[in-house]
């Protein structure tokens, strides 16, 4: 079975899409089968995955609302390596039709449901807002991944998020937990982002990721040409970060299964 993550931050800017993106071509990387959801109508995640969003027949639109399944819809990233569920500006129209729709928060799970079997990790782009598909998201999901740029107001936004996850977990989705904070475009020369950082791992202490993933140039460009920063500069600072990451990340899961395993015999 495989796990889905919801990659979500209500703030925008902070890295959100540039770390589906990249997390999912370093995961696959490591030989894992990924499939990366493209859940945000601006479809940055598609363009950045080496889809063209402007020549989708299908997309996570028709698949959300039942017109398609999953398979249908889904198409595959060559030279990132993995699958995706591509979207573009029509998943505004979903946003609206969900609304009056039987099951609307359940509609992204449902669609889902059958790819678990295929694939070890199903990553969850979710547009920068808290609206219907970011609840989707939160409910088809086991864990949650949250990007946070070290900057001075990154605490406020992360309080307003967890209090979102809480009453997800109260109402909808029980098992749902905080896979990561994951600290982004990060500068190391800057002082308050710094203290920002002391203080989330003060805060949060093992939720926060140890990879932090750095300000880098080389990371921006890559989606102007369709690519991972893994396959645009291999050697760039972004690109080990982020393979760091997936592999932070695998080690995180594996050991939370294995914790979990031991507390059922123990039960």
């Given at each position: 079975m495989?796990?889905?993550?919801a990659?979500?931050n209500q703030?925008?800017g ?7 993106v990249?997390l ?6 490591f030989?894992?089968?990924?499939l ?15 889809v063209?969003k402007?020549e989708?027949e299908?997309?996570t639109?028709?698949?959300i609302?039942g017109d398609?399944s ?5 198409v ?9 569920l591509?979207?573009?500006s029509?998943?505004t129209?979903a946003e609206?039709?969900?609304?009056n729709a039987?099951m609307k928060?359940k ?10 079997n295929?694939y ?14 970011t609840l989707?998201a939160?409910v088809a ?5 949250i990007?946070i ?9 992360l ?5 979102t996850i809480e ?12 896979d990561?904070?994951l600290?982004t475009?990060?500068?190391?020369r ?6 920002v950082?002391?203080q989330l791992t ?10 932090i993933?750095?300000?880098n140039?080389?990371?921006?460009e890559?989606?102007?040409h369709?690519?991972?920063i893994i396959n645009y500069d291999?050697q760039s600072?972004g690109?080990?970060a982020?393979?760091?990451l997936?592999?932070e ?5 594996k ?12 039960g």
């Open positions: 495989s796990r889905i993550i990659i979500t703030k925008g902070v890295g959100k899409t540039t770390t589906s990249n999912a071509a370093s995961l696959a990387n030989r894992m089968r990924v990366l959801v493209d859940l945000d109508p601006q479809g940055n995640a598609t363009m950045g995955s080496g063209d402007h989708l299908l997309s639109c028709e698949t609302m398609c999953f398979n249908e819809a889904r595959h990233a060559e030279e990132a390596g993995f699958d995706v591509p979207a573009n029509d998943l129209a609206v039709g969900l609304m039987t928060e509609r992204l799970k449902l669609a889902l449901d059958p790819a678990r295929e070890d990790f199903i990553l969850i782009d979710c547009p920068p807002t808290l609206n219907m598909l989707n939160l999901a086991d864990g949650v991944l990007p740029q070290t900057e001075y107001y990154a605490l406020e936004g309080s307003a998020l967890l209090r009453q997800v977990q109260q109402h909808m989705n029980p098992d749902l937990k905080v990561g904070i600290r475009m990060h500068d190391l800057n002082n308050l982002a710094n203290q950082s002391s003060a805060h949060f202490a093992d939720q926060v990721f140890k990879t993933i750095p300000r140039v080389r990371v921006a890559a989606p102007s369709g690519l991972p291999r600072r690109a080990v982020y393979m760091a997936a592999s990340l695998m080690r995180k899961i050991q939370a299964s294995q914790n979990n395993g031991i507390q059922q015999t123990n």
